[in-house]
Nanobody
């Protein structure tokens, strides 16, 4: 059974930092990439950052220079280091895992990030 376990969310003041983790287990296909999306109340889910198996990264313009995505391939775990957090970063953050051979990615249950001003 595939499981994506997210952790690291919470409440932080503006300017602070948080580190999200996403540990994937039970995936029998090779992972093509992992990513983080977020959804704020009343808004659509949006890509925050993604990393491929080869280590290429992609970031939303709004987080460039503040967030860093990384991955431990041996542990099938992705991380999102979030620095200089802003109130507009407040959202539920979801882990996304894209695997070879499947057209639909796996999603985590989401972790709440709240940034107070």
């Amino acid at each position: 059974q595939v499981q994506l376990v997210e952790s690291g969310g919470g409440l932080v003041q503006a300017g602070g930092s948080l580190r999200l983790s996403c540990a994937a287990s039970g995936i029998i296909f090779s992972i093509r990439g992992m990513g983080w999306y977020r959804q704020a109340p009343g808004k659509q889910r949006e890509l925050v950052a993604a990393i491929t198996k080869g280590g290429s990264t992609n970031y939303a313009d709004s987080v460039k220079g503040r967030f860093t995505i990384s991955r431990d391939g041996a542990k099938n775990t992705a991380y999102l280091q979030m620095n200089s957090l802003k109130p507009e970063d407040t959202a539920v953050y979801y882990c996304n895992v894209d695997v070879y051979g499947l057209s639909v990615p796996y999603w985590g249950q989401g972790t709440q990030v709240t940034v107070s001003s």
